[in-house]
């Protein structure tokens, strides 16, 4: 799971600044804040939501506040997730896009066998988003589009709220 998160990172990152399909209002969104570590989503029982939350670059505003709920529930084969994406000071003010689906999780990636990627699909399952989570890190780091890590000195980093 750790290793999936910054792919899945990555590939947010990349799509970053493409418009998504879906905007809604500005509102907030109420979350459940969990201090347990990422790598627990796959081994409790029940419905757990996890909070991921960061502000990743874009290259036509000021940043991108991305907030990614994951669902956890052991007795499912797919899980859910929530991402909002609040593209911060656009010539148009805040403007703030919702999506959700189902996420994957894969093992492995070229020079780190161990990674955890999570994937996020849309409706179509198609992946969305790829992130990145190391191991005995509590954050997902955006891949690219090709599950590789974003070559830059900026964060496209999500911590676990």
């Known amino acids: 799971m750790k290793k999936l998160l910054p792919y899945v990172l990555l590939m947010g990152f990349t799509f970053a600044c493409d418009k ?6 500005n509102e907030e969104m109420t979350t459940e804040h969990t201090s347990e570590p990422a790598d627990k989503i796959l081994q409790q029982k ?7 939350e960061g502000t990743v670059p ?12 994951l669902e ?15 593209y911060l000071d656009t010539p148009d003010g805040n403007r703030t896009f919702e999506s959700s689906g189902v996420y994957e999780v894969s093992y492995g990636m ?14 179509q399952e198609n992946p969305v988003k790829h992130f990145l989570q ?5 954050k997902f780091i955006m891949l690219d589009i090709n599950k590789k890590k974003i070559k830059s000195d900026l964060n496209y980093s999500l911590i676990i709220k």
């Open 72 to 86: 956890n529930r052991a007795e499912k084969d797919t899980r859910e997730y929530k991402l909002t994406q609040v």
């Open 46 to 52: 029940g419905s757990t939501w996890f909070t991921y």
């Open 58 to 69: 874009c290259e036509d505003c000021s940043g991108i506040k991305m907030t990614l709920r």
């Open 134 to 138: 190391e191991k005995d890190s509590d």
């Open 20 to 25: 998504p399909a879906e905007e809604t209002a």
């Open 110 to 123: 070229e020079g780190n066998p161990g990674a955890m990627v999570i994937t996020l699909l849309d409706g």
